[in-house]
C-alpha cells in the first residue's frame, strides 16, 4: 500500500489471554479457563497493514482487543511506538489510545442510536482535546467527511438514516477524528453486501495512502484480507500458526491448515473451481477450553506424524526471509517428503463439560435450582 | 418438461396504510432433476422470498403471490396447506440459513429427524430413529447414535446444518432448497458442506436450488445460474458463461467488485455506485438503472424484457437495454 518503512510501531510479545469459566452462585469456583489466545508474538511495521485471519473462535479479534488494553491481557506485553503498554493505567493509557483507534464490525451497534454524526465525531475529539473552538472543529468535521465520502450534510442526521456502508464509513470517520497512528479494523467489510464491501475497502486503502495510517485488519474471509493486506498472520485456536507477506501465504502457504483454509476458499471463477484441489479438514475446531495437546492442528491435520505433533508445541520459526511458520514437519511437507493422509473426525468436546463428579462441586446453575419448587 | 418450472411468479407484501410492495416481480426458470440451480444476488434481491413462495412458506395475509410454479405436473402455488404439507419434507426439502433458529431448541436432534420419517412414511418411532442414525452417520456426523438424544446446543455450527441436511433429506425428496447454508459457517467447515451437498446431488439425482450470495459458491457449485437485482432475474447462463463473459452490468459490478484470492496483488477494486437501498421501492424501469454505469434514458422509462442475449452465442437470457460489451477476444473465442 504506503511506505512501508522499517520501524516497528506495535511489538506483541509472548500475549497471552485466558477467561476464566465461573461456576456456581456463591463461591463462584473458577472451573476452567477459555484459552482465547494463548502466546502471540508479532510486530506491525509503521506504514503498513497487517492482516490477521482465522475462523471463529480463534482469538483473532481477543488478539486485537487485547492490543489496545481493551481486554486486560493475562500476560505477555504490548509495546506501542517504544512505550510499553502493560503496565500504563489511567490517564496516561486514555492519553496513549488517542493514537490507537479501532472500527467494529457491525456499524449498527457500534454507533449510539441516539447521537448524531456531529455529536459522535465530536465526541472523542472533545476527550482528547483536540476540539479547539467551533471554527477549526466545524472545518475539521467536513473535512473527515470527505475524507470518507459522506455528504456534509450527514452532520445532522442520525444512524438509522444511512446504510450499512454509510454507517461503517460515520465508524470509520470517528476512529480518524482524534488523527491515530493505528486502526484496529475488526471485520470492517463482514456486514456488508459485496457490491458496498468494495467501496469501504478502497476507502481504507485511500485513507491509508493519505493519512499514512498503519492498519491492523482482522477478518475471516481470506480474500478481503490477501486484498488489503501487506503481510498476514494465520491463526489457529488461539496461537499464530504461519505468518508471512500476503503473496508468499498464497503462493507457498507452508502450515497445514493455511493450506486447507485457502483450497476451502471458493473463487468465482468455474475455470478456477473445477481444477483446484480441495483439502477437506475433518470435524470442528475444538473447544478453546480444552486445546489439544501439543500442535493444536494435530486432531485435523492431514500431515499429523506419529512423533511430536501430539506432545510438543511447535514453535513459530522463520523458514523464509520474513516468512514464519509453527510446525514441526513444514521443510519436509515442502518438499514433498511426507504425504497428507485421512483424518477421522474427532468429537470436539469441553472437559470441563463432561466430568460428572465435577458437578457436584459445581453448585447449582441457577438461584431458582436452589430453592426447588 | 422440467422437475420444477417456476413462470412468472410475483411476490408483493401489502400493508394497510402503505405502498404495495414488490419483493419478486416475474421470475421464472427450470429445475431438472440432477440439475443445480443457483439464484445469487445481494439481500433484498428477492431470492429467499422466491423460495419461500415456491414451498408456500409465506404468509397468507397481506401477501399476494401470483404467476405458477409446477412442480412435476402439480401447481404448488394452488394446493391447500394440507395438501402442501404432504409434498415438503416428503419431495420438497429445504435447508436454511441459520441452523440454530431452525431447530427446535427443546427437542432432541433423533426426533427431529425420526419426526420427519415418522409423518411421511408412517414408520414407528423405533423404526424411524434407527433410519435418523443412518441419516446422520450419511451427512457425516460422527458417533450418530450418541447425537440422537442431544439437543441443537450442543452441537456446533457445521454438525447443526449437517443435523438440518439430513431432516431435510429424510425422505429422499425430488428437490431440495438450500437458502444461504453456508453463510453461517466458517470456510473450511463451508468447505465440507458443499462437498456433501454436490456429494448427494451426484448420487440420487435430486434437483437442488442454491440460494446464495456467495458467487463463489456459485461457481463451483451451479449448472445454472440465475442473477437477481431488485425482485427480478436479470440475468441467467450457465456457470462457465456468465463468469468468462459477464453481459448485465450488474453481474460484471458484482465480479469487479469481489477481491479474489488469486487476482494479484494491489489490484484495485471497482465497486459498483451507490447500495440497494437507493431505489426502493422503484416502480418503472430497470431497477438497477440508478448505480448503473451503462444506463441510457430508455433504463429508467421501460422495464427491459428477458430476452436472448442478441450478441454472445449460447443460452443466455439477459435484461438490459444496454449490456456491457464482451471484451473483443472474449466474443472471437465464443463465436468460433
Known amino acids: 500500500m504506503t511506505q512501508v518503512t522499517t520501524s516497528t510501531l506495535v511489538e506483541v510479545e509472548g500475549m497471552k489471554v485466558h477467561f476464566p469459566i465461573k461456576r456456581g452462585v456463591v463461591l463462584d469456583k473458577t472451573v476452567g479457563y477459555v484459552y482465547a489466545v494463548d502466546g502471540v508474538d508479532l510486530s506491525i511495521r509503521q506504514g503498513e497493514t497487517y492482516g490477521l485471519v482465522g475462523e471463529s473462535g480463534c482469538g483473532k479479534s481477543t488478539l486485537g482487543r487485547a492490543m489496545l488494553k481493551l481486554t486486560e491481557p493475562t500476560a505477555g506485553k504490548v509495546v506501542f511506538d517504544g512505550v510499553d503498554l502493560s503496565s500504563m493505567k489511567g490517564e496516561p493509557l486514555r492519553t496513549m489510545r488517542r493514537r490507537m483507534q479501532m472500527v467494529f464490525q457491525d456499524p449498527m451497534s457500534s454507533l449510539d442510536p441516539r447521537q448524531s454524526v456531529e455529536s459522535l465525531l465530536v465526541e472523542g475529539m472533545r476527550a482528547h482535546g483536540l476540539d479547539k473552538g467551533k471554527e477549526s472543529t466545524g472545518r475539521r468535521l467536513r473535512e473527515l467527511l470527505s475524507a470518507v465520502g459522506l455528504p456534509s450534510t450527514s452532520l445532522r442526521k442520525y444512524p438509522h438514516e444511512f446504510s450499512g456502508g454509510q454507517r461503517q464509513r460515520i465508524g470509520i470517520a470517528r476512529a480518524l477524528s482524534v488523527e491515530p497512528d493505528l486502526i484496529v479494523a475488526d471485520e470492517p467489510v463482514s456486514a456488508l453486501d459485496v457490491s458496498v464491501q468494495a467501496q469501504v475497502i478502497n476507502l481504507l486503502e485511500d485513507l491509508q495512502t493519505e493519512f499514512g495510517l498503519t492498519y491492523l485488519v482482522i477478518a475471516h474471509d481470506l480474500a478481503v484480507v490477501r486484498h488489503i493486506s501487506d503481510r498476514v498472520g494465520v491463526m489457529y485456536l488461539g496461537g ?104 477421522k473426525p474427532q468429537l470436539t468436546q469441553d472437559d470441563w463439560d463432561t466430568g460428572a463428579d465435577d458437578n457436584s462441586l459445581a453448585g447449582p446453575a441457577s438461584v431458582t435450582e436452589t430453592l426447588g419448587p | 418438461m422440467a422437475l420444477l418450472e417456476v413462470r412468472d411468479l410475483s411476490v408483493v407484501f401489502k400493508r394497510k396504510g402503505e405502498e404495495p410492495f414488490t419483493a419478486v416481480d416475474g421470475v421464472s426458470f427450470d429445475v431438472e432433476p440432477g440439475q443445480t440451480v443457483g439464484l445469487v444476488g445481494e439481500s433484498g434481491c428477492g431470492k429467499s422470498v422466491t423460495s419461500m413462495a415456491i414451498m408456500g412458506l409465506l404468509a397468507k395475509r397481506g401477501v399476494k403471490v401470483s404467476g405458477s410454479a409446477k412442480f412435476d405436473g402439480t401447481e404448488l402455488l394452488t394446493l391447500s396447506d394440507k395438501q ?44 424411524a430413529s434407527v433410519q435418523a442414525a443412518e441419516l446422520l452417520d450419511k451427512v457425516g456426523i460422527p458417533d450418530p447414535k450418541r447425537r440422537l438424544s442431544e439437543y441443537p446446543h450442543q452441537l456446533s455450527g457445521g454438525m447443526r446444518q449437517r443435523a438440518l441436511i439430513a431432516i431435510a433429506l429424510a425422505c429422499r425428496p425430488r428437490l431440495l432448497i438450500a437458502d444461504e447454508p453456508t453463510t453461517a459457517l466458517d470456510v473450511t467447515i463451508q468447505a465440507q458442506i458443499l462437498a456433501l451437498l454436490a456429494e448427494l446431488v451426484k448420487e440420487t439425482d435430486t434437483a437442488l436450488i442454491m440460494i446464495t450470495h456467495d458467487l463463489g459458491v456459485v461457481a463451483g457449485l451451479c449448472d445454472e445460474v440465475n442473477v437477481l437485482y431488485g425482485g427480478r432475474v436479470v440475468e441467467r447462463a450457465g456457470r462457465h458463461d456468465l463468469f468468462r463473459v459477464p453481459r448485465h452490468p450488474y453481474t460484471h459490478g458484482l465480479l469487479a467488485s469481489i477481491p479474489r484470492l488469486d487476482a494479484p496483488r494491489g489490484e484495485r477494486l471497482s465497486p459498483i455506485r451507490g447500495s440497494v437501498a437507493d431505489n426502493i421501492p422503484w416502480t418503472q424501469g430497470c431497477a438497477f438503472a440508478p448505480r448503473c454505469p451503462n444506463a441510457i434514458d430508455t433504463c429508467v422509462e421501460v422495464t427491459p424484457a428477458m430476452e436472448p442475449d442478441p450478441v454472445v452465442a449460447g443460452e443466455r437470457l439477459l435484461r438490459c437495454h444496454n449490456p456491457v460489451e464482451p471484451a473483443d477476444r472474449v466474443e472471437q473465442e465464443i463465436l468460433t
Not at chain 1, 312 to 319: G, T, V
Not at chain 1, 324 to 337: F, L, P, S, Y
Not at chain 2, 84 to 92: A, F, N
Not at chain 2, 107 to 117: D, N, R
Open chain 2, 84 to 127: 402442501m404439507r404432504d409434498r415438503r419434507g416428503q419431495e420438497l426439502g429445504m435447508v436454511f440459513q441459520d441452523p440454530l433458529s431452525s431447530l427446535n431448541p427443546v427437542i432432541s436432534i433423533g426426533l427431529q429427524v425420526a419426526e420427519v420419517i415418522e409423518r411421511h412414511r408412517g414408520l414407528s418411532r423405533k423404526e
Open chain 1, 240 to 343: 499464530l500458526v504461519e505468518e508471512a507477506n500476503s503473496d508468499q501465504i498464497y503462493t507457498e502457504p507452508l502450515h497445514p491448515y493455511t493450506k486447507a483454509l485457502m483450497s476451502a476458499v471458493p473463487v468465482p471463477d468455474p475455470v478456477v473451481e473445477d481444477v483446484r484441489e480441495r483439502i477437506l479438514l475433518a470435524g470442528d475446531l475444538p473447544s478453546p477450553a480444552n486445546p489439544p495437546t501439543g500442535c493444536r492442528f494435530h486432531t485435523r491435520c492431514p500431515w499429523r506424524q506419529e512423533s511430536r505433533c501430539d506432545t510438543e508445541r511447535p514453535a513459530l520459526r522463520e523458514l523464509a526471509p520474513g516468512h514464519k511458520v509453527a510446525c514441526h514437519w513444514a521443510e519436509d511437507i515442502r518438499d514433498g517428503r511426507i504425504r497428507a493422509h485421512e483424518v
